[in-house]
């Protein structure tokens, strides 16, 4: 089909499919989708979700930075928003923003940390409070309460901290709390593998066992499988630890502990704030 066509031309079929369904007697459109995701609904779906109790909203941040030669880029991204939509979703109350892809990443100029890999794309620290806090500001004046800050990648925690002290510090007269979780990342994972019998320099700390087992659970599409290789720092590969040790049963334990220390950091959080 031609796509230099109006859209109507191009999808005359389908238009016609739902003019039809939309026509016919004692069929009921649905009036919106199951999701917990704020950029899948509309305006008032959000109005309305608010108005019936979901005032909690999880802000997840992740990066894009190297992760090895055998894991994508945006891994943090992929499994932060499958993570918050799932912690969402047991709470029955909350929504879940836009992952942050830009984080604090290492400089650009010489570079350091993982910007001295292709691919990466830092902020300075300061940069990501801003962005953050707005995004915080932002979901205060709609009218949210809780806004939960849930980072999947070590270099956001101490900018999350800063920003959700400094808010709660401004907004201490106000029912509205910003939480920045601390015992979702990293979690429990690394030393549940040791007591598997997995070995500490096996696990590592960076872009080893523990996300490379849950993306092997969630989509291994994001895994280069014949990369996969035990790697030390200083070694340029960009690994610390053997992916390749990484099992999908490994990943699905992984990532029900973050999930569930989430959830229950999220609610004794907000049951604190809220006396």
């Known amino acids: 089909m031609d796509s ?3 859209y109507w031309r191009r999808n005359m079929r389908l238009l016609l499919v739902m003019f039809a369904v939309g026509c016919l007697p004692g069929v009921v459109l649905a009036q919106g989708p ?10 008032t779906e959000v109005r309305d979700a608010l ?4 005032t909690t909203v999880i802000i997840p941040t992740g990066g894009t930075e190297q992760n090895g030669p055998h894991m994508v880029l945006g891994k943090h ?9 799932e912690v969402a979703r047991r709470l029955g109350n909350a929504l879940v923003a836009p992952v942050m892809a830009y984080v604090p990443e290492g400089d650009v100029d010489p570079p350091t940390g993982h910007m001295r890999f292709p691919g990466t794309i830092t902020t300075p620290p300061e940069v990501f409070e801003q962005v953050l806090e707005f995004a915080a500001r932002s979901f205060r004046q709609h009218g949210f309460i809780d806004i939960a800050l849930m980072g999947d990648s070590g270099g956001n925690q101490a900018s999350q901290a800063v920003v959700a002290e400094r808010l709660n510090r401004e907004w201490a007269d106000t029912p509205v709390r910003v939480h920045h979780l601390t ?5 429990p994972g690394d030393a549940w593998l040791v007591a598997q019998g997995e070995r500490e320099e096996d696990v590592g700390s960076h872009a080893g066992m523990h996300d490379t087992t849950a993306l092997m659970f969630l989509n291994p599409a994001m895994l280069r499988l014949d990369e996969l290789a035990p790697h030390t720092s200083g070694d340029g590969s960009g690994v610390v630890g053997n992916p390749a040790r990484s099992t999908a049963a490994y990943g699905e334990q992984i ?3 973050q999930i569930d220390a989430a959830v229950r950091q ?9 006396q």
């Open 266 to 274: 999220i609610r004794a959080l907000r049951e604190r704030s809220q």
């Open 51 to 54: 108005a019936a109790g979901t």
């Open 255 to 257: 990532l029900e502990m």
């Open 183 to 187: 015992d979702y990342y990293p979690g």
């Open 77 to 85: 991204n992929f499994l932060v928003r499958y993570k918050a939509g």
């Open 34 to 43: 199951d999701t917990v995701f704020l950029e899948d609904l509309t305006w």
């Open 4 to 6: 230099r066509l109006p």
